[in-house]
């Protein structure tokens, strides 16, 4: 088999699948046709449409776009059929139903940001670093009737340094699952569509399972009654995007909420958790073990400031607590 007679169909919506489809284009796999999200409405008023960022690509490559409302829309279902792809390559994309991820001759194999089994679910790159893990990766699989459980083809590891924050990982794994999409597709033609695999349940796995569900706003939400390392980790984890917001109480009791984007831990001892402290030129937020300094962060309705500015711009700070 040859890059020619691979037919592919991808499957992506935001930035971090288009890295992947460039490398696809750019060196010449034969990308028959591309399937992203409905465009989105945007602005004030709803009124104007806004494209994925693999749309936008796709479109500036000439490739042949589809955005079905439903994936098992047989309207749809029979015009992915018309491209006679004999395999798909998902990347950030949504669940699939089998009659479209069992439709190509050799499968659908889909690229996740984590080290399968570890981290099923729609955001492994947040949770990973929530949860202090020190590494993390990508792994190639092919779909199967369950969310990220089938059969592995390839994995990479990546490195997380205990100062790095969500768009540092990401901007790793985006550009490692590009390259792991690669050799796994060479794996393939090398193998005429049947790559050696491993069975999830083969792995040998030392720890329990951590899920990698979607984040919400009330997920974001920081407990102070943590120690502060866990905390130092969620704000690192949400960095910089959605962002953990805790509420910020004034000494009348006006609430305000208040995003917090980067964290230096301390040996300073704790006080009552969510207790404010400060000098001139540092912001600490009593944890249940140390106080957490506070480095860059955002009042609702203003800019993000470093801890100096919005010490100077806040009258008795350390009458003030966070919940």
């Known amino acids: 088999m040859t890059k020619n007679e691979l037919r592919i169909i991808f499957m992506g919506t ?8 460039r490398a696809l284009v750019e060196n010449n796999y ?13 602005g004030r008023h709803q009124t104007e449409m806004q494209p994925s960022e693999v749309k ?11 955005q079905p409302e439903k994936m098992k829309d047989p309207a749809f279902v029979e015009q992915l059929r018309s491209y006679k792809a004999n395999l798909q390559v998902v990347v950030a994309f949504r669940m699939l139903p089998e009659v479209v991820w069992a439709m190509p001759e050799y499968g659908t194999f889909n690229v996740h940001a984590a080290l399968l089994p570890q981290y099923r679910g729609a955001a492994p790159i947040n949770w990973a670093v929530i949860n202090g893990e020190t590494e993390t990766g990508v792994t190639t699989f092919f779909l199967d009737h369950d969310i990220d459980t089938g059969r592995i083809i390839l994995k990479k590891h ?6 790095a ?8 794994l985006m550009h490692l699952g590009a390259k792991i999409c690669l050799e796994t597709l060479d794996a393939i033609i090398a193998t005429d569509g049947h790559p050696k695999t491993m069975s999830q349940e083969e792995l040998s796995i030392s720890e329990a399972l951590k ?12 407990n102070w009654k943590q120690p502060a390392k866990k905390v130092y980790d969620f704000v690192r984890g949400l960095s910089p995007y959605p962002g953990a917001w ?14 917090l984007f980067k964290a230096t831990k301390t040996t300073l001892s704790a006080t009552e958790p969510g207790h404010i402290s400060a000098d001139k030129r540092h912001l600490y937020i009593s944890c249940a073990d140390t106080l957490l300094q506070i480095d860059a962060l955002q009042l609702a ?10 010490i100077n711009g806040m009258k008795d700070i350390e009458k003030y607590f966070v919940r």
């Open 56 to 66: 936008k690509y796709a479109l500036e490559q000439g490739l042949p776009v589809l």
């Open 165 to 172: 924050d969500v768009e540092y990982v990401y901007d790793g």
């Open 158 to 163: 990546f490195p997380i340094p205990d100062d």
């Open 30 to 42: 034969n990308v028959v046709a591309v399937v992203t999200q409905p465009d989105k409405p945007v």
């Open 301 to 310: 309705g203003k800019k993000r400031m470093d801890a100096t500015s919005f």
């Open 14 to 21: 935001p930035e971090f699948a288009v890295e992947t489809l």
């Open 246 to 259: 805790t509420t910020l109480v004034s000494p009348d009791g006006k609430e305000t909420v208040l995003k």
């Open 211 to 222: 899920p990698a569900p979607k984040i919400f706003k009330e997920t974001c939400e920081v």
